[in-house]
């Protein structure tokens, strides 16, 4: 449950500005009244009064509770633009970005509740690594071989098979074939911190290393 304590150094006034009344905005939209969306968010009613006046500052875990409640992203609760959402990304849009040995490609705009990713593995590369985080995760081979450990089952999957699963599932990938493995790869998260998931070093993602088993 969300608590209603007010974050450090965030004294009342210092949400931004346009923070308090897309809040409001946004549980109108949602045709809830103040008491139902503070029940769905675990707040108190008073509490969430405070945060679609201003008079208080939302926390991270705040913000992610009405975005699910009011059914968005942090980001739209955040007031950035739509601009940057377009609808078709081009192949020579994005630069490659390799973090630990694997190569991403943004396949999806940016500001969006879920991340596509175009992916290279190599053999070898972070197939040790166990990866735990919310959201969910679906991913399609395009060429190669992958193991997929989830749990304790391990999955071979070719070309054209893919996998569908819940991200909070401990999972671990790694190419089969010596000359890697090319998968898309598209993830659900709720816009914060957690969303830069796959590319590099900043993340928040919670993993620790295992000695392979499978």
């Known amino acids: 449950m969300t608590s209603d304590t007010d974050p450090p150094g965030g004294p009342p006034g210092a949400v931004p500005s346009v923070v308090a009344p897309r809040l409001r905005a946004l549980r109108r939209r949602a045709a809830l009244t103040l008491e139902a969306a503070a029940r769905a968010a675990g707040l108190s009613p008073a509490h ?10 939302p926390s991270l875990p705040m913000l992610l509770s009405l975005a699910r409640v009011y059914g968005t992203t942090v980001s739209d609760v955040l007031g950035e633009t739509t601009a940057e959402r377009q609808a078709v990304v081009r192949a020579g849009d ?23 990713l175009r992916v290279r593995v190599p053999h070898g590369a972070q197939g040790d690594i166990v990866r735990v ?11 190669g071989r992958l193991r997929l450990r989830l749990g304790e089952a391990v999955h071979r999957l ?13 999972h671990r990938i790694a190419a089969e074939d010596s000359d890697g493995v090319d998968i898309l790869f598209v993830h659900t998260l709720l816009q914060s911190p ?7 070093p900043a993340t928040t993602l919670i993993h620790h290393t295992l000695g392979e088993t499978s």
């Open 48 to 57: 969430l009064s405070r945060l679609e006046t201003g008079q208080r500052q």
């Open 194 to 200: 957690t969303a830069a998931l796959c590319l590099g």
């Open 94 to 116: 994005h630069e490659p970005t390799v973090a630990g040995g694997w190569t991403y490609w943004q396949a999806g705009g940016p500001g969006r509740g879920m991340q596509a």
């Open 133 to 143: 985080h919310p959201g969910e995760e679906w991913l399609y081979v395009l060429r």
């Open 158 to 170: 070719g070309p054209g098979d893919s996998a569908h699963f819940d991200s909070l599932t401990p």
